[in-house]
C-alpha cells in the first residue's frame, strides 16, 4: 500500500473544510497543473542506462543510485492500485544515468496480458496470513530497503520483490525469508533499518480466509540473515479496538535500540480479500469508540508499554524517534495527516483517480493542512496520558525523510520534506529542510516543479549533521519532462541537475540511494552500482 494516497485523504480534509467551494471545482472547471504526473507510460517501455545532461555540479562522492518507486498506469482507477515503474538514477564520476524497468509482478502481467488474476484463496496458506499462495507477487516498489546485501521493493503485505541494483531485472518475486513463518501477510510498507537490524510487524487474522487471531507478529533480522526472529506475538491487541482486538492499520513505524514503535490510530483493514495488486478501499473500517496511542515494544523481552494520546493522531508517515536521556523519554516525531474526527473508513473512499485530477484545488487544500506533531513518551511514567505537541507552525510537509543511515532512532537536528507552498497547489510543489530543535525552516521552490520525496546522501568528508547533498526526481510541467534535481543540504540552495529522463516519471513514492551492500554477511564495501 502505497503513500500518495495522502492526495486522496487530503481531499476529503478539503471538503469538511469548504464543502460548497469543492462542489463546483469536482466539476472540472478549471484543469489540474500537474495533470502531467497521472498520465499513464506504456507498459512495454523501459530505458537502460541513458546518460543524462549535466548541469551545474555532481559532487565527487556521489558514486551509488537513487532508486524511485512510481505508479505508471492504474487498470482499476484507484491510485493507490497503480502499477509501479522502478526508477534508477545512477551516479559516477560526475555523470548521471537514467534506467526504468516496469515491475514486473502479478498485477503487471496480468494488465499485459489483459487476463484476470485469481481469485482469493477459500483459506490462507498460513495461518493468518492473506489468502493468496505463498509465492505470490505483488506490485512492490514502493518503497525500498535492503536484507542481506540484497535490495527489495516493498509495499503494504509481507512478500517482498528483490531486484538487481544495475539492470533492474527481477531477482527473487518474491523474496525468500529464511525462516518458516511463512507468507503471505499483511504488512507495513516501511521497515525500519538500524545498526544492521531490520525490523518489521506482519498483521494477522484479519482478511475473511485468513484464520488465526487477529495481531501482529513483531520480526527482526540480524546483519547478514534473511531469518526473521519473532520479538513479539500480540493477539487481539484491545488496546486499538476496544470490543474487537483488532490490530490497526500502519504504513510506517519507528525503531530505536531499545523499541519497536508503533503509534497505533482506530483505522483497521478491510476484511475482504481480493485480486493480488487490488485493494478493497471501500472497505476499510473504523472504530469511532477507540482512541489513539503510542505503543513501546521492547526488542529485547518482546513485552509492551501503552502510552494513550490525548487526542487521536492518524500519521502515515513519521519523522524519526530516539531516547532522550536527560528527561529519561522516548521523543516521537510524525506528521499528522487527517484532523483526528475524520475515520479512515471515510477517508479512504476518496482515493480514485478521478479525485486527484478533478478534485485537485480541494485536494490541494487538504494536503497543505498536514502538522508536524511531538510526541514525548515518559519512560519513568508508564501508561501516562502524552500530549501531542506542534514542533513547527509550518503545515503541509510530508514525505519526510532525515540523513538516515547514520540518525535513525537517535538523536537528530534537521528533517527534509516534500511541501505544499500553499492551498492552492494540487500537489507538492516545493521541498522544505526543517529544523526540529528550533522549528525554523527553508524552502526550495521554481513555479510549475513538482519534486518527490528528498533523499539525503552523507558527504563523508563532512563533520556537520546536513553535510551533504538532498536529491530527488523533480516534474517540469513547463518543459513536461522530469530531471534530477541536487541541492546543498546546508543552504538548501541547488548546486546541479540532470536530465531530462527519456519519459516523464509520474508523481511518484518513496526512494533510496545506495552505494553499497548494507546488513550483508560481511559489512560490505563492494558497491551495489
Known amino acids: 500500500m502505497a503513500l500518495r494516497f495522502l492526495s486522496g485523504l487530503a481531499s476529503l480534509g478539503g471538503f469538511v473544510a469548504g464543502h460548497a467551494h469543492e462542489h463546483s471545482l469536482l466539476l472540472g472547471a478549471d484543469p489540474n497543473p500537474a495533470i502531467l504526473g497521472y498520465e499513464e507510460v506504456p507498459l512495454d517501455l523501459s530505458y537502460d542506462h541513458i546518460q543524462l545532461q549535466v548541469e551545474g555540479n555532481v559532487p565527487s562522492y556521489l558514486n551509488g543510485t537513487l532508486y524511485r518507486g512510481s505508479p505508471g498506469a492504474w487498470p482499476d482507477g484507484w491510485w493507490l492500485d497503480g502499477l509501479i ?80 541494483g544495475d539492470s533492474l531485472a527481477p531477482l527473487e518475486m ?66 486499538s479496538s476496544p470490543f474487537k482486538g483488532l490490530p490497526s492499520f500502519q504504513h510506517m513505524q519507528l ?47 518482546g513485552e509492551s508499554m501503552i502510552y494513550p494520546l490525548s487526542y487521536s493522531v492518524f500519521a502515515i508517515h513519521h519523522i524519526n524517534a530516539y531516547h532522550d536521556e536527560q528527561t529519561n523519554e522516548i521523543v516521537i516525531d510524525t506528521i499528522q ?42 519512560l519513568d511514567k508508564p501508561g501516562a496520558k502524552v500530549e501531542p505537541k506542534q514542533i513547527t507552525k509550518m503545515t503541509g510537509m510530508e514525505f519526510p525523510t532525515i540523513r538516515y543511515d547514520d540518525y535513525n532512532g537517535k538523536p537528530y537536528r534537521f528533517a527534509y520534506g516534500a511541501w505544499m507552498s500553499s492551498g492552492e497547489v494540487p500537489t507538492y510543489d516545493a521541498l522544505v529542510k526543517l529544523d526540529v530543535q528550533s522549528g525554523e525552516h527553508v524552502v526550495w521552490k521554481v513555479d510549475g516543479h513538482y519534486p518527490g520525496e528528498p533523499i539525503f546522501v552523507a558527504d563523508p568528508a563532512g563533520k556537520e549533521e546536513d553535510d551533504g547533498t538532498v536529491m530527488t526526481n523533480v516534474l517540469d510541467t513547463k518543459k513536461n519532462q522530469t530531471y534530477v534535481l541536487l541541492l546543498d543540504a546546508k543552504n538548501f540552495k541547488q548546486i546541479g541537475s540532470a536530465g531530462p529522463t527519456p519519459h516523464h516519471i509520474p508523481h511518484g513514492f518513496h526512494g533510496r540511494y545506495f552505494d553499497r551492500k548494507l546488513n550483508a554477511a560481511a559489512e560490505a564495501d563492494v558497491l551495489v552500482v
Open 85 to 164: 515503474m522502478i526508477n534508477a538514477f545512477k551516479f559516477k564520476e560526475g555523470q548521471v544515468f537514467y534506467s526504468m524497468q516496469w515491475n514486473k509482478d502479478e498485477a503487471y502481467n496480468h494488465t499485459k496480458s489483459k487476463t484476470t488474476g485469481p481469485e482469493p484463496l477459500a483459506k490462507a496458506p498460513v495461518s493468518g496470513g492473506i489468502p493468496h499462495p505463498a509465492n505470490s507477487s505483488w506490485p512492490t516498489g514502493v518503497a525500498f530497503h535492503q536484507v542481506a546485501g540484497e535490495i527489495v521493493g516493498s509495499t503494504g503485505v509481507s512478500n517482498l520483490n528483490s531486484f538487481d
Open 174 to 239: 518474491p523474496f525468500e525469508y529464511g525462516d518458516s513463518i511463512g507468507a503471505p501477510y499483511l504488512s507495513p510498507t516501511h521497515e525500519q533499518t538500524l545498526d544492521g537490524y531490520v525490523l518489521s510487524h506482519l498483521v494477522t487474522g484479519m482478511q475473511k480466509g485468513s484464520g488465526g487471531e487477529p495481531g501482529y507478529i513483531i520480526t527482526s533480522i540480524k546483519p547478514g540473515s534473511r531469518h526473521r526472529d519473532v520479538v513479539a506475538k500480540i493477539e487481539e491487541p484491545k488496546e
Open 255 to 301: 525503531a530505536t535500540s531499545e523499541f519497536y514503535i508503533m503509534l497505533e490510530a482506530p483505522c483497521y483493514y478491510p476484511s475482504s480479500a481480493t485480486h493480488v495488486g487490488n485493494v478493497d478501499w471501500a472497505g476499510w473500517q473504523s472504530d469511532l469508540i477507540a482512541s489513539g496511542h503510542v505503543r513501546l515494544v521492547s526488542r529485547s523481552s
Open 337 to 378: 495527516t487527517l484532523p483526528s474526527f475524520i475515520p479512515c473508513s471515510l477517508a479512504f473512499k476518496n482515493l480514485k483517480m478521478e479525485n486527484y485530477v478533478k478534485g485537485w484545488k480541494s485536494t490541494g487544500h487538504g494536503l497543505s493542512m498536514s502538522k508536524i506533531l511531538r510526541l514525548r513518551v515518559p
